[in-house]
């Protein structure tokens, strides 16, 4: 919690004028997540967005491109072994757009999982130094990487019209599908960040948790493989929500089962909440254990 104090002296004399002093005191009881004080520094956020999209795309050869190529580079390999050779189901869709549409948001997540996990210690030198709410980290990480996004969904579309599966009204709701996802996102890149400044190990865990995600979430297959309680205990990863209703929305594939989402959606509100709270209960010794 951050209070402001005056120095002694100010009591000595009153005409000398006196700067405040920012005192950052470790949390006590109950923690506020002080969710103001994040737009009170919108302004930093801002500056900290466009710094993550200038670092990402400054000398580089590929660029912009490989916000592209990634996904689709990836699709293309599921298509050839899983499509292809084991013929795994897509529910009416070809393969291929299948794959692609899940990838698409896929790597949203797991890129703001991976770097956003990290950002805090990436800038420890500013950290140390400054103070502001440490939540804008991880949070302009992820804002940034939505740009990766919008890139992926600019060849997503005419993949989708190519191949005769013309969007309708549905389309109009897969922004809150993606929502699902950044909230998502944005929870455990909270925890994860949190977690990795006090205790540095877990630089290690970060890329074998996107790694076991890709495959406990419906990307290369449908999520209707699994019924009853399984599909439920299935929808706690709330990517699976996500993207069922992602699909949805752009390809026509069958709508998600309403207890299953609700289930995705409570998943994600306790990982933001919770990860909110835990990164507000170390925030005040991140700078010393950095």
Same mark, same amino acid.
């Given at each position: 919690?951050?209070?402001?104090?005056?120095?002694?002296?100010?009591?000595?004399?009153?005409?000398?004028? $006196?700067?405040?002093?920012?005192?950052?005191?470790?949390?006590?009881?109950?923690?506020?997540?002080?969710?103001?004080?994040?737009?009170?520094?919108?302004?930093?956020?801002?500056?900290?967005?466009?710094?993550?999209?200038?670092?990402?795309?400054?000398?580089?050869?590929?660029?912009?491109?490989?916000?592209?190529?990634?996904?689709?580079?990836?699709?293309?390999?599921? #298509?050839?072994?899983?499509?292809?050779?084991?013929?795994?189901?897509?529910?009416?869709?070809?393969?291929?757009?299948? !794959?692609?549409? #899940?990838?698409?948001?896929?790597?949203?997540?797991?890129?703001?999982?991976? $770097?956003?996990?990290?950002?805090?210690? #990436?800038?420890?030198?500013?950290?140390?130094?400054?103070?502001?709410?440490?939540?804008?980290?991880?949070?302009?990480?992820?804002? !940034?990487?939505?740009?990766?996004?919008?890139?992926?969904?600019?060849?997503?579309?005419?993949?989708?019209?190519?191949?005769?599966?013309?969007?309708?009204?549905?389309?109009?709701?897969?922004?809150?599908?993606?929502?699902?996802?950044?909230?998502?996102?944005?929870?455990?890149?909270?925890?994860?960040?949190?977690?990795?400044?006090?205790?540095?190990?877990?630089?290690?865990?970060?890329?074998?948790?996107?790694?076991?995600?890709?495959?406990?979430?419906?990307? !290369?297959?449908?999520?209707?493989?699994?019924?009853?309680?399984?599909?439920?205990?299935?929808?706690?990863?709330?990517?699976?929500?996500?993207?069922?209703?992602?699909?949805?929305?752009?390809?026509?594939?069958?709508?998600? #089962?309403?207890?299953?989402?609700?289930?995705?959606?409570?998943? !994600?509100?306790?990982?933001?909440?919770?990860?909110?709270?835990?990164?507000?209960?170390?925030?005040?010794?991140?700078?010393?254990?950095?």
């Amino acid at each position: 919690m951050a209070r402001i104090a005056l120095p002694a002296r100010l009591k000595q004399t009153a005409s000398e004028p $006196v700067a405040p002093t920012l005192v950052i005191e470790p949390a006590r009881g109950l923690v506020h997540l002080r969710l103001g004080e994040l737009i009170e520094f919108r302004e930093l956020l801002y500056f900290l967005v466009w710094r993550d999209l200038k670092v990402r795309y400054k000398q580089t050869v590929l660029g912009v491109s490989w916000a592209l190529l990634q996904p689709v580079l990836t699709a293309l390999i599921f #298509a050839l072994f899983l499509g292809h050779l084991v013929g795994v189901r897509s529910q009416g869709v070809p393969y291929l757009l299948f !794959a692609l549409t #899940a990838l698409v948001l896929w790597t949203l997540f797991a890129q703001s999982v991976a $770097v956003g996990g990290q950002s805090v210690v #990436a800038i420890s030198n500013v950290v140390t130094k400054v103070y502001f709410p440490r939540a804008l980290v991880p949070l302009a990480t992820v804002m !940034a990487l939505t740009v990766d996004f919008l890139i992926g969904v600019a060849i997503l579309v005419p993949a989708v019209l190519l191949y005769g599966r013309g969007l309708d009204a549905r389309a109009l709701l897969a922004p809150l599908f993606v929502l699902l996802a950044l909230t998502s996102a944005l929870g455990v890149s909270l925890w994860l960040s949190a977690l990795n400044v006090r205790y540095r190990d877990f630089r290690y865990v970060i890329p074998f948790v996107v790694q076991v995600g890709l495959f406990v979430s419906p990307v !290369a297959y449908p999520s209707s493989l699994l019924h009853g309680a399984a599909r439920i205990a299935y929808a706690i990863n709330p990517l699976a929500g996500a993207i069922d209703g992602f699909r949805w929305t752009l390809l026509g594939t069958p709508a998600p #089962a309403l207890a299953p989402l609700g289930v995705s959606v409570a998943a !994600a509100i306790v990982l933001l909440v919770g990860g909110l709270y835990y990164f507000r209960r170390l925030e005040a010794t991140i700078a010393d254990f950095i």
